[in-house]
């Protein structure tokens, strides 16, 4: 023990001694007033050393010297009661109580004092510390982020509790709101309870929220889900304290404050983001990634950067997108932009695809760029046939001329069994990677096929949070339409993993999950909103779009699923994929392309595959 310490215990100690003697004085000053003489001082002093003797080993035993009072809570002062009780039982006890010269008010009196200047002396200490915390709290007012604390049990209680008592940690509770009714406009440690969590976005409105904090450690991933997703439909983060049992071990405390992770709240086991795999066949080489500036080509970008990689180029056509990506990424890069470029390149341009590959001889590609909107490549089949299957030509012929190690195709479940222009350029483009695959003897050519990712650009969810803020009918073209969701960050790591196993020839697939129907996202979406589906925003059943199927598949009727090194990447195996492009196909193709031929191109692509077959 310290001197510091040694010196604060009788410092304590001091001190209690010293009420504890004007405890009992002042006991005595009230029962007999001024009048007290020679008969009342001579038991007062016979019994003050024995009171302030008895009352220090009491409080010495209870450990009242080992005790930070400035975190005192109800706990401690529960056993402040017990301790200046038991020792004034104690006294009373020793003390001659018979004597009619020291009464038994005397002794209650000195027991009330006692509480009333020992628990006095605590309670300033822990006043003390919350004025100079809140002090704190009020110098960094500008600088903390105003959070909507969900849940007032007792993880909220002690949450705020919490925040207040350090606000360093950078957080001041503006509301809570909780699911019971009758908690509505109580007051926890000063925040009022403005509601149910179905008030959620008029609560973050009023409060100019920055966050919402999930305080209900027990909850279920349904209810996290819920809550999670209520907050995107606001634009809002959404944190969460640890769970319940890494609360009980000790593991974890309640300012451990983290993001909610999307993972766990889509009924997914999560996949652990281990990329030492990857980073084993991909370290030290060049990355091309094309659709740089979309959803799937930008998470590429990040990831790739965390491979070690001598140098990822991004590329797309969008230079706004590229600009935005550039502006994100080289922050993270600690001033080393030489590992990451941003080109603007069209991949349908030969001479701009081989002025790529001659300026940084690309290892690994990954392609990701092509239109992706079923409705409008149905009204410019020309465009879509260009970009996505000739576009993928061009990158595969740079690829094999400037002996790439690896190129992955970024492909669609809407590839398998095409209902529309879209898909089929994407099946083309897989065959014509199965096509390079036999011709290839340095690069190996893959392709990975997956659903829709949840947040990407254009996707059903912003489009439905639109509709809802304009107060528009949400617009579903089928009741019985599902789709496959899967987060990207997930997607991309299965991608990159998929990319740095394959042998060449492979069409992969992922592990998507379960389909989800639209219109029932549709109506969580309206009840997260804080309305209700039909009454406040009804549902638009609006019928198929040109070239829309009610669901998808991730394989066809004569393919079949077999299992690789991991747990969620799968190949697929069949006649369909064996089918190989000739030579021909594509000089037919761009000619017609050439001269504007719509109809020409639509016959084309209707004729039998097979019959071009090398």
Same mark, same amino acid.
């Given at each position: ?9 009788? &410092?304590?100690?001091?001190?209690? +001694? =010293? @009420? #504890?003697? %004007? ?5 005595? !000053? ?55 009780? &038991?020792?004034?039982?104690?006294? +009373? =006890? @020793? #003390?001659? %109580? ?5 009464? !038994? ?510």
């Amino acid at each position: 023990m310290d001197g510091f310490m040694i010196f604060k215990k009788v &410092a304590f100690t001091a001190t209690d +001694a =010293l @009420l #504890a003697g %004007v405890a009992l004085s002042a006991a005595f !000053l009230f029962r007999f007033g001024t009048d007290m003489g020679p008969v009342q001082i001579r038991p007062l002093a016979v019994l003050l050393p024995l009171v302030i003797a008895v009352k220090i080993v009491v409080f010495v035993l209870l450990n009242f010297y080992s005790q930070l009072w400035r975190y005192a809570s109800m706990k401690e002062g529960l056993r402040l009661l017990y301790g200046v009780t &038991a020792a004034s039982l104690l006294v +009373a =006890l @020793l #003390a001659p %109580v018979q004597q009619p010269r020291i009464p !038994l008010t005397i002794l209650f009196n000195d027991w009330l004092l006692t509480l009333l200047l020992v628990g006095g002396s605590r309670f300033l200490i822990r006043v003390r510390f919350d004025f100079t915390s809140a002090r704190a709290a009020k110098e960094l007012a500008g600088k903390q982020r105003r959070a909507v604390v969900v849940g007032a049990g007792q993880a909220g209680s002690a949450l705020i509790k919490q925040l207040q008592l350090y606000p360093k940690k950078g957080y001041t509770v503006v509301a809570l709101l909780d699911d019971d009714p009758a908690k509505k406009g109580l007051m926890v440690h000063g925040v009022r309870v403005a509601g149910s969590t179905s008030m959620m976005p008029g609560a973050v409105a009023n409060h100019t929220a920055d966050e919402v904090i999930l305080a209900i450690p027990s909850a279920t991933h349904q209810i996290k889900r819920r809550l999670a997703l209520q907050c995107a439909e606001v634009g809002i983060p959404c944190k969460t304290v640890p769970d319940i049992a890494q609360l009980v071990d000790g593991k974890a405390s309640l300012l451990q404050i983290q993001e909610v992770n999307m993972k766990k709240l889509l009924g997914r086991k999560e996949t652990l983001l281990d990329f030492s795999g990857a980073i084993r066949s991909l370290k030290g080489k060049t990355i091309l990634v094309t659709g740089a500036a979309g959803s799937i080509g930008s998470e590429i970008c990040r990831q790739a950067l965390e491979l070690e990689p001598k140098m990822v180029i991004g590329v797309d056509i969008s230079e706004n997108g590229l600009y935005l990506l550039e502006e994100e990424i080289y922050p993270r890069l600690n001033g080393h932009k030489l590992n990451f470029e941003a080109r603007v390149v069209d991949v349908k341009s030969g001479h701009a695809v081989e002025r790529l590959f001659a300026t940084y001889s690309p290892d690994i590609v990954f392609h990701a760029a092509a239109y992706k909107h079923v409705p409008m490549m149905e009204r410019h089949l020309l465009e879509a046939i260009e970009n996505n299957l000739l576009g993928t030509q061009t990158l595969i012929e740079a690829a094999q001329r400037h002996n790439a190690e690896r190129f992955t195709l970024i492909s669609t479940d809407k590839a398998v069994n095409p209902a529309n222009y879209m898909g089929l350029s994407k099946q083309l483009s897989e065959k014509a990677i199965k096509t390079a695959a036999r011709q290839s003897t340095q690069t190996k050519f893959m392709a990975v096929r997956f659903g829709n990712v949840i947040g990407s650009n254009g996707s059903v969810i912003p489009k439905f949070k639109r509709q809802i803020s304009d107060g528009q009918p949400i617009t579903v073209t089928h009741p019985g339409m599902t789709r496959y969701f899967m987060t990207i960050q997930e997607a991309v790591y299965l991608v990159i993993h998929a990319a740095a196993m394959g042998n060449g020839g492979e069409i992969l697939i992922l592990d998507v999950g379960e389909p989800v129907r639209i219109i029932d996202l549709a109506r969580s979406m309206i009840t997260l909103s804080g309305l209700e589906p039909e009454k406040d925003i009804p549902i638009k059943i609006t019928g198929l779009r040109p070239g829309e199927k009610l669901y998808e598949q991730l394989t066809a009727e004569d393919e079949s699923v077999g299992g690789t090194e991991h747990p969620k990447i799968f190949q697929v195996i069949g006649n369909a994929n064996d089918q190989l492009l000739g030579d021909g196909f594509f000089d037919e193709l761009k000619a017609i392309i050439a001269s504007g031929n719509e109809r020409k191109l639509r016959e084309c692509l209707s004729k039998d595959r097979t019959a071009r077959a090398a």
